[in-house]
């Protein structure tokens, strides 16, 4: 296993390119809170059960990303800022064919 | 004004501990939550989901833990302020501290224990630009008397259990009530959404999906909201309504204890974890997942432990001649306020023939 390379796009419009694991059972959401790239307190609040939607995300790139599951359509049929390529980032795993994987953080809410 | 001997802010798991820690000590304990009920996150967020590392529990719902932590507490009388916000903090002259809600109640204690989470739970407000303009004239984010919609047209938004509940219980006061959400689908108890589906049929409920509300008009105080229908391009439909109540969860800010004059690093309050999780200020501690220290890991567990060292920190604060010594529930049992007692059953001895 090895790592993967992402760019996320934080809340200022400053993009980073990031190595992610992908043998931690890591997150987006987590791969995020790791680096820093949004302060504590405003990303991952619930954890990561697809409960808070504070971990919305953009996906710019063409990646095949695994379909959302009920909780995460029904979080995000509630939360604010959503756009047709949003996914909460707790519910994205890191593996190996989403190196590349371009996304852009979804303003606080 | 409220006196007791540990005021704690926040009554999430962390805070309720702390009142039996503080209990075995013969402290008293009053806490203070912007929610309306105990349990913090486990009671707002996720109280059906299990949690499986509580030592001692292979798995135990949320909303079942704060019960237990409730029952456990029981003996030690801990009051509450619930549905406040501790607003400001005073020292007075004798180093006691005065915490005054938003609602004004004040309350007065030699010590202050900070358990707040992640902050105060806030409603998530939709984006609507004048939206501000109308609060409290007409549009609400919490239903606190439902009363006050009584023969009012109101219009609901949002998708989870408490716009399905809060619709339910809304139709038999209100004159009309209209629900909109953006998909067809609503996460809730499945019994709530049933019973929606059966006032929808018996025309108790007007239901608009998939919409949202897009806008707000009125004069002085809300007259109509904007519901966009959001699957085919037909014209918004103008409702004409009293009252807007958009119910799109809560969001945890720390609010206004951040300008209490504590260390604060990465929206948490820093304390010392290799003594006692006092803050900067003496007599303030913070425990649970508001702190924070090197290593620091936000898991209940461990908001148990910060609880039980503050506790003991707080005591000797309180009487700095009396040595204490520490005596196992199982051994001193447990000597309720309420004049309660528990303790382990004497082992029989009795002769073998």
Redesign the interface.
Known sequence: MTDIKIKITDREGVTHEVDAPTDMNMNLMEVVRSYELA????IG??GG?A??A?CQCYVKSEHNLPEKS??E???L??A??VEDNSRLGCQIRMTEDLNGLEVELAPE? | MIKTDILIIGAGPTGLFAVFEAGLLKLKCHLIDALPQAGG?CSE??PK?PIYDIPGFPEVLAGELVDNLMEQIKPFQPGFTLGERAETIKKLDDGTFVVTTNKGTEHHAPIIAIAGG??SFEP?K??LENIADFEDKGVAYMIKDPEVYRNKKVVIA???DSALDWSIFLADIASEVTLV???N?F?GALDSVEKVQHLKNAGKINLITPAEIVGLKGDGKLEAVMVRKTTDAVEDIILEVDNFIPL??L??K?GPIADWGLEIE???IKVDNTLDYQTNIPGIYAIGDVNTYPGKLKLILCGFHEATLMCQSAYQRLYPDKKYVLKYTTVGGINGFDGSKKEAPKAVVKAID
């Open positions: 302060p504590e307190g405003t609040v619930c059960m409960m808070c504070s009920d909780d359509d029904a979080m049929a509630e604010f800022y809410s | 996150q967020i996720y989901k992640l902050g998530r939709p984006l949002g998708g989870g959400h953006r998909r689908e996460r799109f969860g969001s945890p720390l990465k929206n948490a």
